[in-house]
């Protein structure tokens, strides 16, 4: 089973 | 102000048609060294970012920094009021509430007007990180589109793996499952053709389909997309645009619990 991952999950908030 | 000619309206069109799906409202960010945009989509799978560098136009006049919140539902309504080979000309005051822009026809004396108005967008920019990706592949655009819309037809998911046999895309679905791999190649008559991978270490990750046709929407700006992986970080997928400009699409993996 795989989850769709957040692009916030590798990218931080500036 | 901010004044940007830019000598193909085309462009312009065919990047907002690009990311239109993707993002509804954005800052396009203006500044001395030209136009960037950076916005994820509704669900933060997703991030795109564009660059027009202002060698892209010509002249190019932006003194200080002008962000453009702009609905790309009402920009597109007001681009297809150009013709693709008209010139384009952006503008706006220091703290706009409209941009203006002008197309021009070069072969008539045609000048239509339009002016937009503006929304205050309250977006966060993401870091990017500079990435060593261990695997990056450059191949046809055209074939990245057909490789995500014939395995999307299967599956909603990809799996990516690269090797040094070659690239391998593959998906599986309800009714089967498919594949395409990819070895690196090139075609003596036309570069354009030319399959290249870079590789450093093996990758294998997995995408959703439905993102990766969303970007292959851009197939139209540039004859060749570069794909850069890395295990367990997003997929970079680049489009390259004239003087040095980008368009850029980021997507978050697939992961096993």
């Known amino acids: 089973k795989t989850q769709q991952r957040s692009i916030l999950g590798f990218f931080a908030k500036k | ?257």
Not at chain 2, 60 to 80: E, Q, W, Y
Not at chain 2, 103 to 108: L, P
């Open chain 2, 1 to 257: 102000m901010l004044e940007a000619r830019l000598e193909q309206a085309n462009l312009l069109k065919k990047v907002v048609d690009s990311i239109t799906n993707l993002v509804q409202d954005c800052n396009f960010d203006c500044n001395d060294s030209g136009i960037a945009l950076q916005a994820m989509d509704n669900s933060h799978v997703a991030l795109v970012a564009m660059m027009l560098r202002s060698d892209a136009f010509s002249p190019f006049r932006c003194d200080r920094n002008i962000a453009l919140g702009i609905n790309l539902t009402s920009l597109t309504k007001v681009l297809r009021c150009a013709q693709n080979e008209d010139i384009l000309t952006l503008k706006a005051e220091d703290a706009p509430d409209v941009v203006n822009l002008v197309f021009e026809s070069a072969e008539s004396d045609r000048l239509s007007e339009y002016d937009i108005k503006l929304m205050d967008i309250d977006q966060e920019h993401l870091g990017i990180p500079d990435t060593e990706y261990a695997a990056s592949i450059t191949m046809p655009s055209a074939e990245f589109q057909r490789i995500t819309r014939d395995l999307l037809a299967l599956s909603e998911s990809v799996s990516i793996e690269c090797t040094k046999e070659g690239v391998k895309f593959s998906c599986q679905g309800d009714i089967g499952s498919g594949s395409v791999t990819l070895r690196s190649h090139t075609n003596v008559d036309n570069e354009d053709r030319n399959v290249s991978i870079d590789l450093s270490e093996p990758v294998s990750l997995m995408f959703s389909l439905k993102y990766l046709s969303n970007f292959c929407k851009a197939s139209g700006l540039s004859s060749r997309v570069k794909l850069s992986l890395s295990n367990e970080v997003p997929l970079l997928v680049e489009y390259a645009l004239p003087s040095n400009s980008f368009l850029r699409f980021y997507l978050a993996p697939k992961i096993g619990d």
